[in-house]
């Protein structure tokens, strides 16, 4: 007698299932449909949105292999549904099109699901620290990249993106971030166009390259506050009698530009006189005993201890985690597009794809009782390789397999350092800004700034 045939889906199609469920709870409902009325559109909203995610977690290594597996992944989990595009080519032009909209949709989405999420992660020391870091990924060497995104001119590069980031120094999951091409743009000019993404009252968590006077500026009249490393390249001032109240940490950040006058002449007027930043200088040392300083605009020791402030900069070690988990754990250090508009397009949802990685895990370690910043991306990632490939060693549920993914906790003996390493740099860490005495010059200037401030205080 032949057995009954059993009906539901397998333990691979469930598994699939069970993944379309977890990213669901982050896709937004409303506006991004499953479904179209238009029997043309082959790529809707919420297809598009997880098909390239998927591709993102894809272990192969060329993009027409990535997108045949998440495309038949999709398919299992959207059995009834009317079956995607088949073509690469219709796809990156979905994506590259209505694409770019759905993921400026996603990226608010997700900023607001942390803020629900993270809980009692949300703040370090009662501050909500957002940290920033910008890094290059290499693009194939084709004449159009060349053209469109251009080259460094370092080492024979070849053409390259550069990407900088926004990310919740307390989970070490992404908030915003923003690339272009290699020539025309920095790390500093792209924090720009992210200041719109910080949150109220929130604290920026900077290595060196984020200073300046400008920039500092422009944090304070948003109404956020800073840590920021400086180095030597840094020229601050120390008894200026300006502040009310001058402590043993207290400098000013006021270049000779914004005194209004060159070197050594006192400016006639105190029209192009701007006033100096007060701020406070932190000197901490790193765990190799190497001197660090901070530069930060809490003044009070109170609100923002040395100890505090030290740990928040400790916890900034977790952007280079977060560019190790994308370019080495997920393979995405070099794009392979050939052109500047998917190559700009597959970088941006490779972003995309470790965001939703991270939100994945973290939702579930906070789950679980535990800190956001104890799940693997690496283990992770193998859990979610396993849906894709429909290779399970173990039938565990899939929240029970993103619980398990978590960091390794033995105490390390050796160095991790490599014997040979080929790109292995010799930067050295920042040295000592440079914090000088006030001069007599910048003394009567500031007295005459404050004896105008007063004047104009009194006549309002």
């Not at 993944?19 to 919420?46: K, Q, Y």
């Not at 959207?78 to 080519?89: D, Q």
């Not at 006639?268 to 007060?278: A, R, W, Y």
């Not at 906070?366 to 992770?380: E, K, L, M, V, Y």
Request: with cysteine; aromatic share 6%; glycine share 8%.
């Amino acid at each position: 007698m032949p057995r009954p045939q059993k009906s539901g889906p397998s333990a691979d199609e469930s598994y699939k299932l069970e993944l379309r469920d977890a990213m669901s709870r982050f896709l937004p409902h409303a506006g991004l449909p499953l479904l179209s009325g238009d029997g043309r559109v082959r790529w809707t909203g919420r297809l598009l949105a997880m098909a390239a995610i998927l591709m993102t977690w894809s272990p192969s290594a060329t993009l027409t292999d990535r997108f045949t597996l998440a495309r038949a992944a999709l398919v299992d989990i959207y059995r009834t549904r009317r079956r995607p595009g088949a073509s690469v080519e219709g796809f990156f032009r979905a994506l590259t099109g209505p694409g770019v909209a759905v993921l400026a949709m996603l990226c608010e989405h997700w900023r607001q699901r942390l803020r629900k999420i993270a809980g009692e992660h949300w703040k370090i020391e009662g501050w909500l620290v957002v940290g920033v870091d910008g890094s290059k990924f290499d693009c194939p060497r084709t004449a159009a990249n060349e053209a469109g995104l251009g080259v460094s001119g370092k080492n024979n590069s070849g053409p390259q993106q550069l990407l900088t980031c926004l990310f919740h120094v307390a989970s070490g999951v992404l908030w915003g971030w923003t690339r272009g091409p290699i020539q025309g743009d920095s790390e500093r000019a792209q924090f720009r166009r992210l200041l719109h993404l910080l949150p109220a009252g929130a604290m920026l968590l900077a290595d060196a390259g984020f200073h300046g006077y400008e920039l500092c500026k422009s944090l304070l009249g948003r109404g956020n506050s800073f840590l920021i490393r400086v180095g030597s390249n840094v020229k601050l001032i120390q008894k200026l009698g300006y502040a009310t109240i001058e402590r043993k940490q207290t400098v000013y950040l006021w270049p000779l530009k914004k005194q209004g006058r060159n070197r050594r002449s006192m400016p006639m007027g105190l029209e192009k006189v701007c006033e100096p930043l007060v701020l406070r200088l932190i000197e901490l040392k790193d765990a190799k005993g190497r001197p660090v300083f901070l530069l930060t605009n809490v003044l009070d020791p109170r609100q923002l201890s040395d100890r505090a402030a030290a740990r928040m900069y400790r916890l900034r070690w977790g952007v280079e985690v977060m560019w190790r988990s994308l370019k080495q754990t997920m393979g995405h250090h070099k794009v392979l597009s050939r052109t500047p508009e998917r190559a700009a397009a597959e970088l941006d949802w490779a972003m995309a794809g470790l965001w939703m990685l991270q939100l994945l895990a973290s939702a579930r370690m906070i789950q679980t009782g535990r800190a956001p910043t104890c799940h693997s991306p690496a283990q992770t990632l193998r859990v979610l390789h396993g849906v894709l490939t429909g290779r399970r060693r173990r039938r565990k549920s899939l929240a029970t397999a993103l619980g398990l993914a978590t960091k390794d906790t033995y105490r390390r003996l050796g160095s991790k350092t490599a014997r040979h390493y080929p790109k292995k740099s010799s930067q050295h860490p920042p040295g000592a800004p440079e914090a000088r005495m006030a001069t007599a010059i910048e003394k009567r200037l500031i007295q005459r700034f404050l004896a105008e401030q007063l004047a104009k205080s009194d006549a309002a």
